[in-house]
């Protein structure tokens, strides 16, 4: 046996598994369709704070990402970053939604909180900036008031439940027709403001046992999330003032007078259905104007995971990667003479980035991960959200955001050919004798682990891995040559010398230096 503390005395381990979430690494935006203020401030940093990225949004030359930990933006294409975690205007709140409008970058907070053994998603409000982050107004997050029991609706009076807390009730996604702002909230609602977020107007969609309603039927239905799954709401498609598409977990709703008339669009009503009633996305090809929704299992028995589309305004569906959970899609457009001849559809789904060039026929997975100066790797195939930019050189920046990190692919011709980078957050390292890997614990499963470390010279570099006996595991690197840097990183992907997932516990990692001091590790393996 290997003695892992060689030239280290004194060493005393108490080691106990716990079930943690990594400090760097907070929580995904729940998934279950069961149920202001002017401040200033910001911070700059080398990459997002947040290794979860649930949105992209690009605005001219400055990409938005919504993460787990706040806000992030660029205006040199990654290479720097502004932070607004921990300023006065976000606090520790993540970001779940971003939006834009004549010059107006909008978002969402939330976070979440314990209640009776389960974390529970609580909306924060809404900020926006027409300064491009240099100053934001603060809007609480919109409820009703318990007196708020009655929505006019046409020639009716409907009974309805009111929203008077915040729990349960966070901004999925956010849409604008003119001068007009929609969020989509699971127990909030659709709700509209044209004020600027000074007040919310609730509304009114297809209960669950209705396919449409409009303003002149005779209705005796009652608003209220709690009961209907159609009135939790959480994805938008604008097409233009009077059509949008409104996804739920019973369907997909379109209007086509703004909001007024709705059409009901589910697994069970059409002959060409979509594969499931729960729609966390919708969006629409520019090439073809086809709809492209993320369509999951929600309460049928003959519902399944998969993507949907309509290339006839959601009279028909069809469905591609069955029993993949889809969370967003993004569009290549390919132009000629200023002129979309094509386009290529990428899907984020939870088991990886696909993309496909022949409008879903058949989809093609992204590569392994690696940035190509660092060797640094994404470590995940879980990904959550997906956006392309052409450049002025007329090549395209994919950008791919994970539960890990954040990947960019400058991609000139080919087809997931290009030159990679890779944003990983992760604390600086506080001195050159420290080390520490991250996410931990971590699922090989899932993802890979990060080991990360400084070099004060250039140098042969080992790194081994033991299980808890101390018994050699996996040589992750042997003598592999590394030059100065405060901040090296190798990753592990949870397998040992013979390709095997090693199973949950506590295992070590030894550093060694050429002749230097050794350092030590602990992480953690849980599936």
């Known amino acids: 046996m290997i003695n892992f503390f060689s030239n280290n005395k004194n060493y005393i381990l108490i080691v106990s598994i716990v079930c943690l979430a990594a400090s760097l690494n907070a929580q ?28 992209i949004e690009f605005v001219a030359d400055t990409i938005w990402i919504a993460t787990s930990k706040g806000l992030s933006k660029s205006t040199d294409n990654g290479n720097s970053w502004t932070n607004f975690y921990k300023t006065e205007a976000f ?66 009076n409907l009974k309805a439940n009111p929203t ?4 349960e009730n966070f901004i999925y996604d956010l849409a604008f027709t003119t001068n007009t702002i929609w969020y989509a909230a699971k127990a909030g609602g659709l709700r509209k403001s044209t004020d600027m977020g000074k007040t919310w107007k609730k509304i009114v969609l297809p209960p669950d046992n209705l396919n449409s309603i409009k303003p002149t039927d005779q209705l005796n239905f009652k608003y209220d999330p709690s009961i209907h799954l159609n009135h939790r709401v959480f994805s938008i498609l604008v097409i233009d003032d009077n059509t949008l598409y409104v996804g739920t977990a019973n369907g997909i709703n379109k209007t086509t007078d703004g909001g007024i008339s709705w059409v009901k669009f589910n697994h069970t009503n059409q002959s060409k259905p979509i594969s499931g009633n729960f729609v966390l996305s919708l969006e629409q090809n520019k090439f073809d104007n086809s709809i492209w929704a993320a369509t999951w299992k929600a309460e049928g028995a003959t519902e399944y995971w998969a993507v949907s589309s309509s290339t006839n305004s959601g009279n028909t569906w069809e469905t591609y ?22 386009a290529d559809i990428f899907a984020a789904t939870q088991d990886g980035m696909f993309r496909s060039s022949n409008n879903g026929i058949t989809w093609i997975s992204a590569p392994t991960i690696v940035d190509q100066a660092t060797n640094i790797s994404l470590g995940t195939r879980h990904f959550r959200t997906v956006e392309v930019k052409k450049k002025n050189d007329n090549t395209y920046d994919i950008w791919l955001g994970s539960n890990r990190g954040l990947a960019r ?21 506080k001195s050159i004798t420290e080390v520490f890997a991250f996410p931990n614990p971590f699922s090989p499963l899932k993802e890979k682990t990060n080991i990360k470390y400084g070099t004060t010279q250039s140098t042969n570099v080992t790194i081994r891995l033991f299980d808890f006996g101390m018994n050699l595991i996996k040589t992750l690197i042997q003598n592999a040559p590394r030059g100065e840097s405060t901040e090296q990183i190798e990753t592990w ?4 010398e013979f390709g095997k997932v090693v199973p949950n516990g506590v295992y070590f990692y030894r550093l060694d230096f ?13 599936m």
């Open 91 to 156: 606090g520790e709140e993540g970001i779940s939604a971003i939006g834009y409008q004549n010059g107006v970058v909008w978002t969402s907070t939330w976070h979440l909180e314990e209640l009776f053994g389960s974390s529970i998603g609580v909306g924060s409000g809404l900020r926006y900036s027409a300064s491009g982050g240099k100053s934001w107004i603060k809007i609480e997050q919109p409820v009703d008031n318990k007196s708020d029991t009655i929505i006019v609706y046409g020639n009716n």
């Open 409 to 429: 692919l400058n991609e000139s011709t080919g087809f997931w050919t290009g030159i990679w980078k890779v944003f990983l957050a992760s604390p600086e390292l």
């Open 493 to 496: 992907d949870g397998k040992d």
């Open 164 to 167: 008077t807390v915040p729990q």
């Open 321 to 342: 990667l069955s029993d993949s959970r889809t969370l967003d899609f993004g569009f290549k457009y390919i132009q000629q003479n200023n002129q979309i001849i094509s």
């Open 514 to 526: 050429g002749n230097g001091e050794p350092l030590f590790g602990k992480l953690i393996v849980l």
């Open 28 to 55: 995904n935006l729940p998934l279950d369709f069961k149920l202001s203020t002017n401040v200033l401030n910001k911070t700059a940093d080398k990459t997002p704070l947040g290794n979860t990225v649930e949105k």
